[in-house]
């Protein structure tokens, strides 16, 4: 477990009478450094204690009952609501409705909007993220009413070392994600069209929005189909109904090594026999060349922030422009790639068609045709987002290319 380097954090704690110092490994599945300065926070401390002292950077290591953590992270939400609805939030907000109402502002605004609304998400994650607890070497937490987390910590961060007996710090958010990853694996998302349930791990892709399964069904299959590459594979989805739709031999590939056990638990469920996996960046090694390639790349052309959002969010286009200049050289003969693309980085002004038609044809590919669905998520139907207007106009793409 936790490949990267170890790291601690310490702090003074009080007991019967002696101030010692303790020290714990850091967890931060955000890549979050470790708090510098940590005091501890129980049932006594008030809301406004703890959301002033986090917002000064001081985390807090709670000592009280587990539940009441949960709500004093509530509590801290609102208040950061509160704040942001007073100052930043409001600005943005005013700014999207003048975008929304008077076209010719859009073009400028909006990317602002997106970058200023992600900056201000980034900043209540941070806040929240400074309420910490402390588990043993094996995951168990020694607060009053605590649940036992210790299967859903050992399936999201590997055993932790036994001999040194170590204990570890992480923040209570992080903590709630782990708990919820392992909800998602144990009940699995259903997919109606698919007639089966997919099982995401912790930390992967969850297929939670899968309009885009549909296109994958109704797009018809090239004549020749025996080889297909999913690249950049997530839980397996695309490469399963591939799979299922009759393609001799599959390779899904992923850099994410959590992706790659998450597509292997998935095929195995299925007993599907016809898929290979590879860790690879983009396309597979000693692979025969394809009739087929899809791929379901982050669709938002921004910097991620945690390996979290790397599913999401591709800086400067890097996997998308990567995966197509590299699609010729592995495709077969009358072979056809289908990427599925979301248009909002093009509501948001992050990207525009002409750019991405440009790296089409720069890639030597042309287009044969194009599927289109319209997302139902949450998302795209608020509208107190800043960004509806963008949101609520996305559209969903397959688009088929091949060989110019
Ligand atoms: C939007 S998710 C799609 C997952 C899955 N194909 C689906 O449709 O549900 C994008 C996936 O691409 C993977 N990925 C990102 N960059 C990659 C790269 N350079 N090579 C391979 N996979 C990559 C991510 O780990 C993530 O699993």
Known sequence: M???QKQYVQWLENKDGNETLHQA???????????????????????????????EGTSLLWRGDFHNARQLLQALGR??????????????KKAANKSAADKSVAPKEIPNLFHQQRQIQAQRARILSRLLLELDANYVSQLRRAPDVSAACTVAFGQLDKELNESCVLSFRDLQGVLGAAQWRE????????????????GVFAPTRHEYVQLLLDAPLPKVHDVAYDIGTGT?????????????????????????????????RLALTSVQLQQADLYPTDAPLANLIVCNPPWL?????????????????????????????????QGEVWLILSDLAEHLQLRTREELLGW????????KYRLDTKPKHGRSQDDTDPLFAARSAEITSLWCLERV
């Open 236 to 268: 397996g989805l695309l490469a399963i109904i591939l799979a299922q739709r009759g393609v001799k031999q599959v390779i899904a590939t992923d850099l994410n090594p959590r992706a790659l056990a998450c597509a292997k638990e998935n095929f195995t």
């Open 187 to 202: 009940k699995g998302v259903p997919i109606e069209s698919l007639g089966l349930s997919i099982f995401p791990h912790y």
């Open 79 to 92: 208040r950061i609501d509160r704040t942001n609805e007073r100052s930043e939030l409001r600005k943005v």
């Open 301 to 333: 052309p921004a910097k991620p922030s945690s390996p979290l959002e790397y599913a999401v969010y591709d800086a400067n286009s890097k996997m998308l422009r990567g995966f197509l200049q590299g699609a010729k050289t592995h495709l077969a003969e």
């Open 2 to 4: 936790l490949a990267t």
């Open 25 to 55: 490994l850091w967890l931060s599945e955000s890549n979050h450094a470790p708090p510098a300065r940590i005091v501890l926070v129980d049932d006594k401390t008030t809301a406004d204690d703890a959301y002033r002292l986090a917002c």
């Open 360 to 367: 089409f044809a720069d890639s030597g590919l042309t287009v």
